[in-house]
């Protein structure tokens, strides 16, 4: 089972630069998350997405921007990157949205702006 | 306001010894679930327990225990005899549903050295 994956596991940036990161689930979850990793601060959200087609702003969205165009997958697109942009990005899955719905989370995007 | 704190940074210990990471939440809502994820230095995220605000029996895996407390508002993991597999950074984490959504709120991390 490869429940959630990633892409790419790492990737250098210059200022300015676009990318995205794509973000794969094969569990037939509903809903899917971005977050970002920064040392001491656990991790924060960036935009979610409850079902196909839908797409809403999290804790941390500026610089970012999302589209749900397949529900088993979900991207994160960095327009132009910044070096506040360093981080490690986690994708995570949930079957629902109620509290108790367990998010399994990706192996994460270690992501260097430069 | 929603918080989790994970006041131990970082804990070092040696094989063998048992060790409790604390966690200690803030809610105002009455339902809610806590979980604690395991990130070894692979760099995944792992899950390994979720818990209702209503159940606040512990509960034992193997190695692994957790004790829940709602008068005190904290949900303690502990390792018992400790092994170096178990050195990783260890998060707590406080979901309720916020904006229409399950907002999950993750505590800085306490980042477990295991030594031989």
């Known amino acids: 089972n490869a429940g959630v994956t990633q892409t790419p596991k790492f990737r250098v940036l210059k200022t300015g630069q676009s990318m995205t990161l794509l973000c794969a689930q094969d569990m037939n979850h509903e809903y899917m998350y971005w977050y970002r990793q920064d040392p001491g601060m656990g991790l924060r959200l960036i935009h979610y997405?409850?079902?196909?087609?839908?797409?809403a702003k999290g804790e941390v969205p500026d610089g970012y921007n999302v589209s749900r165009l397949k529900k088993q997958n979900f991207l994160l697109g960095l327009e132009s990157a910044a070096p506040s942009q360093t981080s490690v990005y986690f994708c995570?899955?949930?079957?629902?949205?109620?509290?108790?719905?367990?998010?399994?989370f990706g192996p994460g995007t270690r992501l260097l702006v430069l | 306001a929603q918080k989790v704190t994970q006041a131990q940074t970082e804990i070092s210990v040696v094989e063998k010894e048992d060790v409790t990471l604390d966690c200690v939440y803030e809610t105002r809502d009455t339902t809610y679930y806590l979980f604690w994820y395991k990130q070894p230095p692979s760099g995944e995220l792992v899950f390994l327990i979720r818990?209702?605000?209503?159940?606040?029996q512990n509960e034992i895996s193997g190695r692994y225990s957790w004790n829940f407390q709602k008068s005190t508002s904290s949900f303690n993991f502990t390792i018992t005899a400790s092994q170096v597999v178990d050195s990783a950074v260890y998060f707590c984490a406080l979901s309720t549903i916020s904006g229409g959504y399950n907002k999950l709120i993750f505590g800085a991390g306490t980042r477990l050295a295991v030594h031989p």
């Open positions: 995570a899955s949930s079957y629902g949205t109620a509290s108790q719905e367990t998010q399994y």
């Open positions: 997405s409850v079902g196909e087609g839908t797409t």
């Open positions: 818990r209702n605000s209503f159940d606040e």
